[in-house]
């Protein structure tokens, strides 16, 4: 799929540049150097996803928006599951187990979003409200990026030990390469449904006038 192979590719250079400074010292960096860049540029690779497909949901391109829900799917699989297998439970001693299980909701939410986003790019046509929704999902997305790019910040007081296990894990998780739909459904440990089961009811109140 076309919009797989931009996302393995941009992968890739975010790979490339977690080794930028230090291949040119001819040594590998530090664990935490290397997390820090691999981990900056895939948010920037989906944060500019984002803004596209906000973009394309504004404008009702419904090919432009497939393609690039298709990406941000293929893109953010293997991201979400290292973060979960790894990143998050380590994060725990530095954070709390209460920020622990906001980031696992936040990824909760995201994809419920990406359902309905999926939703809306495979009908035939929009409409100027199903194109205002699709940017309000968007929209609702977004503050996860610049979120969890910030936990490097945290990331910075783990021991190198631990920032080679996140970065092992990434490796397992690009080398399965499960698309974000698949994973949440079939793989992923955590259930989505609870927040899937509230969002579903919550709209259906809103829409016969309760909400
Ligand atoms: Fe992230
Ligand atoms: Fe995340």
């Not at 973060?83 to 622990?100: C, D, N, S, T």
Request: proline share 2%; hydrophobic share 40%; aromatic share 6%.
């Amino acid at each position: 799929m076309a919009g797989e192979m931009v996302a393995k590719k941009k992968t890739a250079k975010a790979a490339k540049r977690g080794k930028g400074k230090a291949a040119k010292r001819g040594e590998e960096a530090p664990a935490h150097e290397r997390f820090r860049e691999i981990a900056h540029g895939e948010h920037r690779e989906v944060r500019d996803i984002l803004l596209a497909l906000y973009d394309a949901f504004g404008k009702r391109n419904l090919k432009r928006a497939k393609t690039l829900h298709a990406e941000f799917c293929a893109h953010c699989g293997p991201h979400f599951r290292y973060e979960e297998e790894a990143l998050h439970p380590l994060l725990e001693p530095i954070v709390g187990k209460v920020q622990v299980e906001h980031l696992n909701r936040e990824h909760d939410r995201a994809i419920v979003d990406t359902i309905y986003m999926g939703r809306l790019t495979s009908e035939k046509r929009l409409n100027a409200d199903e194109g205002r929704q699709g940017q309000r999902l968007v929209r609702r997305i977004l503050p996860h990026v610049s979120d969890c790019d910030g936990l490097a910040v945290m990331v910075e007081k783990m021991a190198d030990a631990d920032v080679e296990t996140i970065l092992a894990a990434r490796q397992a998780a690009l080398k399965d390469n499960i698309a974000l739909l698949e994973w949440a459904s079939e793989t992923r440990l955590r259930s989505f449904r609870d927040t899937y089961k509230r969002d579903f009811y919550a709209t259906r109140q809103q829409a016969r006038g309760f909400g």
